[in-house]
Each structure stands twice: as C-alpha cells, then as structure tokens.
C-alpha cells in the first residue's frame, strides 16, 4: 500500500498498532507468569485485561473508518516482545528478572504511546472525532500502564534487585 495521504498513513497506524496488541494479548500471560512480585503479575494480568480491550476498539474504530483489519505483522512489536522473551531466558535472580520484565514492557507501553498519540493526531486532523476520541482513550491507558509499571519499580523491585546485588 502507498501511503498519499494522511488517511493513508492514519490507516497504516491503526492496522500496525492492531497487529501489536494481538501479539501482546499472547505475550503478556507468559510475562505475568515469570513474575516473582505479587504485585507486577497482578498488574500485568490487569493490562492484558485492558489489552483485550484496546484490540476490541481498534476493531470499532476499523468498522467505523472501513479499514480491514488484515495487514503485516507489527515488527517492531514482535522484536520488543522477541527482546523480552530472551530476557526471561537469562539466568538471574528473581528480583532482577522482575526489573528485567519491567524494563520490557515499559519499552513496549512506550512504542504503544508513540504509535496511538501519532494516531490520535491524524485522526483528529482528518475530521474523524469518534475515532480520535476512541485513540485517546487507549493512549490514556498506556500512560496510566507505564506509570503504574515505574510505581511498582520504584516502590519495591528494584529495591529488591539492588539489594540482591550487595
């Protein structure tokens, strides 16, 4: 697909960050279940919670702007995720692989910010109010994601993963 226009581009964006959320919905159980901290499970378990319900929006917002939602693979996502999974694979204390599962999703609540703050604009710019209403919503999510991810960092894990390495 070329992408002429800014509707073009705005396509191209929703059906990537389309793509990154499926591949996150798969991937975040197997994070929650490495986690150690009680905490970062449960706060894992409730994004994907959260997670389904962005796929389900990004799928209103397809209906609405009549975009299929078939496209490529988001590979930035799958080599976020692809980056994490190998993370969980090293040898490392407990503690350390919590701030190491962090650390991974909060660079993917990053990229997921980026791609919905672009969408959220062009949507906006190009008249469609309900969609950029809707890709708000979802960005708001991601903020409160990262920031309740740097919470439970600060506020025991990585305590826990500096001790460690006394």
Do not use: W
């Amino acid at each position: 697909m070329k992408m002429r226009t800014l509707q073009d581009l705005l396509v191209h964006e929703i059906k990537d960050l389309y793509s990154a959320e499926k591949q996150l919905v798969k991937a975040l159980p197997k994070l929650a279940k490495a986690a150690g901290s009680h905490d970062l499970r449960a706060g894992l378990e409730s994004h994907l919670t959260e997670t389904e319900g962005h796929v389900n929006r990004l799928e209103e917002i397809m209906e609405q702007l009549e975009i299929p939602n078939r496209g490529p693979k988001c590979k930035a996502m799958e080599g976020l995720l692809e980056e994490g999974h190998e993370m969980l694979d090293e040898a490392m204390d407990d503690e350390v692989r919590d701030a190491a599962i962090i650390s991974a999703a909060q660079r993917v609540e990053h990229y997921e910010i980026a791609g919905y703050g672009c969408a959220r604009t062009y949507a906006e710019q190009l008249g469609f109010e309900e969609a950029a209403r809707m890709l708000q919503e979802t960005l708001d999510e991601e903020k409160a994601a990262d920031e309740k991810l740097t919470h439970i960092a600060r506020q025991h894990i990585n305590l826990e993963a500096a001790q460690g390495s006394r």
